[in-house]
């Protein structure tokens, strides 16, 4: 909602009588009708934008193109254009490759991903909750170690994390691809920001009064005001896991624990062994594609506030 | 470990039951997370560093035992005398010079525009860019390894021949992979930071007889300038950590070696159980990465006021 109304603000910058115009505000984007430079502008920008917009999505169509083609003709039959689609064929040889080897996988990702990115964001939650609403001496250190976390990113935490668990000799267990992912240095400060806009003291001083523990105000009541920042830190942990490469492929090495990343990648690798693989890579991708384009639409309405409220405090 | 700290020392001889609970409740909510941020962050960081400060010997001949001896900054001599690290460095630096540039441009140009765009189209076009985002790395390179294959590629039915991961090339085809996976995001990031600014000021930039572009050019480019750097910076020390789009594009291009990156080195060091000199690597990239970033922030910092 926040982001609607401030997108609409800088428009009506752009026209000089747009207020008293009749027209809805939708249409008339700083076009100002009869000057032609104005014209060339907005086809200019119209052009641009569509573009990308074919940019973006092409190669996502090319995908959908390239998984529908029998084997044999992926590399012949150009890369725009249907060819002998056969969608169902081709999903019959993932389902059924190597006994159902893909399925597993994408069990495995499901389970890192929604794992994972559930304690995450719970702890990240709490802790942020509690550092926004709670005075302490140390509080803006304690916050401040994490955020310098957020400038290490994935890939240079994974080798460390091989060294330590290598010692530990839980390196090759679900465990050692599991654990780290529970810590986001993002959701942290995420959910503090969350917190500190939406909760409002107030309201957790009358809980006190009413004689709520500290543990049922925050579950009960400050959860549901923070929902927004909770959403999206759950969803970029998810994406981080479930797109996570490096840090299962140094831990795991039993090939029924590997995430959908890895096993794609090393199907990658054996293609030019096993020709059907060129067919099953495409279909896979495609298909560990779509969970995360669902779960975007559909907490798009959470995510988007959510974004905008870490804009607000950046 | 923060929070232990953090607790013994602040009760202090008073030890009254509501101080008590007081330490009981942050224990609760600070625990959990900073105690697995301490194990699985702080802790391998650390185990990094001493591991990089170590150095294998063997026992009794080739094949004998290994066993670590502590080794001082040896293994950073090695890596620094390594000419496969140097130009694993080359790779990244020129990454990050196409890529950084590039990614920051794209994102703020199509945010600029769909600033002056109308709404409901914006919204469409944006979570079109952003799609990419949803895409894993594995699979953007699967996909887009299959479009720079001649025979697969778009530009083959136009005639075009061009081998996009020829030796000169791969390099502008990774670097295109990365700007497809994360521009959206920039796109979305730059808009949310557009959103920020009060309306006020394009009001009075309005009266002052602002046109379009000194608008985006004077006012709210200025304004975003922070979340500008802020990307940037976040894109260097990234691009400092790449491996996976050259790790798999190895498996159908010629032209990249087992040490393109200082990353793929590294891993290529662990699978030969050399675990000090990939560990001396990940800390010389980390240490690089920050230093580059405080650089850059002092650099556009200074710039500014």
Same mark, same amino acid.
């Given at each position: 909602?926040?982001?609607?109304?401030?997108?609409?603000?800088?428009?009506?910058?752009?026209?000089?009588?747009?207020?008293?115009?009749?027209?809805?505000?939708?249409?008339?984007?700083?076009?100002?009708?009869?000057?032609?430079?104005?014209?060339?502008?907005?086809?200019?920008?119209?052009?641009?934008?569509?573009?990308?917009?074919?940019?973006?999505?092409?190669?996502?169509?090319?995908?959908?193109?390239?998984?529908?083609?029998?084997?044999?003709?992926?590399?012949?039959?150009?890369?725009?254009?249907?060819?002998?689609?056969?969608?169902?064929?081709?999903?019959?040889?993932?389902?059924?490759?190597?006994?159902?080897?893909?399925?597993?996988?994408?069990?495995?990702?499901?389970?890192?991903?929604?794992?994972?990115?559930?304690?995450?964001?719970?702890?990240?939650?709490?802790?942020?909750?509690?550092?926004?609403?709670?005075?302490?001496?140390?509080?803006?250190?304690?916050?401040?170690?994490?955020?310098?976390?957020?400038?290490?990113?994935?890939?240079?935490?994974?080798?460390?994390?091989?060294?330590?668990?290598?010692?530990?000799?839980?390196?090759?267990?679900?465990?050692?691809?599991?654990?780290?992912?529970?810590?986001?240095?993002?959701?942290?400060?995420?959910?503090?920001?969350?917190?500190?806009?939406?909760?409002?003291?107030?309201?957790?001083?009358?809980?006190?009064?009413?004689?709520?523990?500290?543990?049922?105000?925050?579950?009960?009541?400050?959860?549901?005001?923070?929902?927004?920042?909770?959403?999206?830190?759950?969803?970029?942990?998810?994406?981080?896991?479930?797109?996570?490469?490096?840090?299962?492929?140094?831990?795991?090495?039993?090939?029924?624990?590997?995430?959908?990343?890895?096993?794609?990648?090393?199907?990658?690798?054996?293609?030019?062994?096993?020709?059907?693989?060129?067919?099953?890579?495409?279909?896979?991708?495609?298909?560990?594609?779509?969970?995360?384009?669902?779960?975007?639409?559909?907490?798009?309405?959470?995510?988007?506030?959510?974004?905008?409220?870490?804009?607000?405090?950046? | 470990?923060?929070?232990?700290?953090?607790?013994?020392?602040?009760?202090?001889?008073?030890?009254?039951?509501?101080?008590?609970?007081?330490?009981?409740?942050?224990?609760?909510?600070?625990?959990?997370?900073?105690?697995?941020?301490?194990?699985?962050?702080?802790?391998?960081?650390?185990?990094?560093?001493?591991?990089?400060?170590?150095?294998?010997?063997?026992?009794?001949?080739? $094949?004998?035992?290994?066993?670590?001896?502590?080794?001082?900054?040896?293994?950073?001599?090695?890596?620094?005398?390594?000419?496969? $690290?140097?130009?694993?460095?080359?790779?990244?630096?020129?990454?990050?010079?196409?890529?950084?540039?590039?990614?920051?441009?794209?994102?703020?140009?199509? =945010?600029?525009?769909?600033?002056?765009?109308?709404?409901?189209?914006?919204?469409?076009?944006?979570?079109?860019?952003?799609?990419?985002?949803?895409?894993?790395?594995?699979?953007?390179?699967?996909?887009?390894?299959?479009?720079?294959?001649? #025979?697969?590629?778009?530009?083959?039915?136009?005639?075009?021949?061009?081998?996009?991961?020829?030796?000169?090339?791969?390099?502008?085809?990774?670097?295109?992979?990365?700007?497809?996976?994360?521009? #959206?995001?920039?796109?979305?990031?730059?808009?949310?930071?557009?959103?920020?600014?009060?309306?006020?000021?394009?009001?009075?930039?309005?009266?002052?007889?602002?046109?379009?572009?000194?608008? =985006?050019?004077?006012?709210?480019?200025?304004?975003?300038?922070?979340?500008?750097?802020?990307?940037?910076?976040?894109?260097?020390?990234?691009?400092?950590?790449?491996?996976?789009?050259?790790?798999?594009?190895?498996?159908?291009?010629?032209?990249?070696?087992?040490?393109?990156?200082?990353?793929?080195?590294?891993?290529?060091?662990?699978?030969?159980?050399?675990?000090?000199? =990939?560990?001396?690597?990940?800390?010389?990239?980390?240490?690089?990465?920050?230093?580059?970033? $405080?650089?850059?922030?002092?650099?556009?910092?200074?710039?500014?006021?």
């Amino acid at each position: 909602m926040a982001v609607t109304v401030a997108q609409a603000q800088p428009r009506t910058g752009t026209g000089v009588t747009r207020r008293t115009g009749s027209s809805p505000p939708g249409t008339a984007v700083g076009e100002r009708t009869g000057q032609l430079p104005g014209r060339v502008a907005a086809t200019l920008k119209a052009t641009v934008l569509m573009l990308f917009a074919i940019y973006f999505l092409g190669p996502v169509y090319c995908l959908v193109i390239a998984a529908t083609k029998p084997t044999d003709s992926i590399y012949t039959s150009g890369a725009l254009l249907p060819y002998r689609p056969q969608l169902w064929t081709n999903l019959g040889y993932i389902v059924t490759y190597d006994g159902g080897l893909y399925f597993r996988w994408l069990l495995n990702s499901a389970t890192y991903a929604i794992g994972g990115a559930a304690v995450s964001t719970l702890i990240a939650g709490a802790a942020g909750y509690y550092l926004a609403m709670f005075r302490f001496k140390w509080r803006e250190g304690v916050f401040l170690t994490v955020i310098g976390g957020m400038l290490v990113p994935a890939t240079a935490l994974a080798l460390p994390l091989f060294l330590l668990f290598a010692r530990l000799n839980i390196v090759g267990s679900y465990w050692s691809v599991m654990l780290p992912s529970i810590v986001s240095p993002f959701a942290l400060f995420l959910c503090r920001v969350a917190a500190e806009a939406s909760v409002p003291g107030d309201l957790v001083e009358a809980g006190r009064i009413d004689g709520a523990s500290e543990a049922r105000i925050f579950f009960s009541i400050a959860v549901r005001l923070m929902f927004p920042g909770l959403v999206t830190a759950f969803l970029a942990q998810f994406v981080g896991i479930w797109n996570n490469y490096l840090l299962p492929l140094v831990m795991l090495t039993n090939k029924d624990m590997y995430p959908i990343t890895v096993g794609l990648g090393t199907w990658q690798g054996q293609t030019t062994h096993t020709d059907i693989l060129e067919t099953l890579i495409l279909v896979g991708a495609l298909i560990s594609v779509v969970p995360l384009v669902i779960a975007f639409v559909f907490l798009q309405r959470f995510w988007r506030s959510g974004l905008a409220l870490g804009g607000v405090k950046a | 470990m923060t929070i232990a700290t953090a607790t013994s020392s602040s009760t202090g001889r008073r030890r009254t039951p509501a101080r008590a609970r007081a330490l009981a409740t942050r224990a609760g909510f600070l625990g959990p997370f900073y105690s697995a941020f301490a194990l699985f962050f702080l802790l391998p960081i650390g185990f990094a560093v001493y591991e990089s400060l170590l150095s294998q010997r063997r026992v009794g001949g080739v $094949f004998g035992r290994p066993i670590e001896v502590f080794a001082g900054l040896s293994q950073f001599g090695a890596v620094f005398s390594d000419p496969q $690290f140097w130009s694993g460095i080359r790779t990244v630096v020129l990454y990050v010079c196409v890529q950084a540039p590039l990614m920051a441009t794209v994102g703020v140009a199509l =945010a600029l525009l769909l600033d002056v765009t109308a709404p409901r189209l914006a919204r469409l076009l944006r979570t079109s860019y952003f799609v990419p985002y949803a895409v894993s790395t594995v699979v953007g390179t699967i996909l887009w390894g299959t479009l720079y294959t001649p #025979g697969s590629s778009p530009l083959s039915e136009f005639h075009i021949n061009i081998d996009l991961l020829s030796h000169s090339l791969v390099l502008p085809s990774i670097v295109n992979i990365g700007i497809w996976e994360w521009g #959206g995001f920039n796109v979305v990031l730059m808009t949310t930071a557009l959103t920020t600014i009060p309306t006020e000021i394009f009001d009075s930039a309005r009266v002052d007889g602002a046109s379009k572009w000194g608008l =985006a050019w004077y006012i709210k480019l200025p304004l975003i300038r922070p979340t500008i750097v802020m990307s940037l910076v976040l894109t260097i020390i990234g691009t400092l950590q790449l491996f996976t789009e050259p790790q798999l594009m190895a498996q159908i291009s010629d032209s990249i070696p087992s040490y393109y990156t200082p990353n793929m080195l590294a891993y290529s060091q662990l699978s030969s159980d050399n675990y000090s000199f =990939a560990a001396a690597i990940s800390v010389t990239l980390a240490l690089v990465g920050l230093l580059l970033s $405080f650089t850059f922030i002092r650099v556009t910092r200074r710039r500014t006021y």
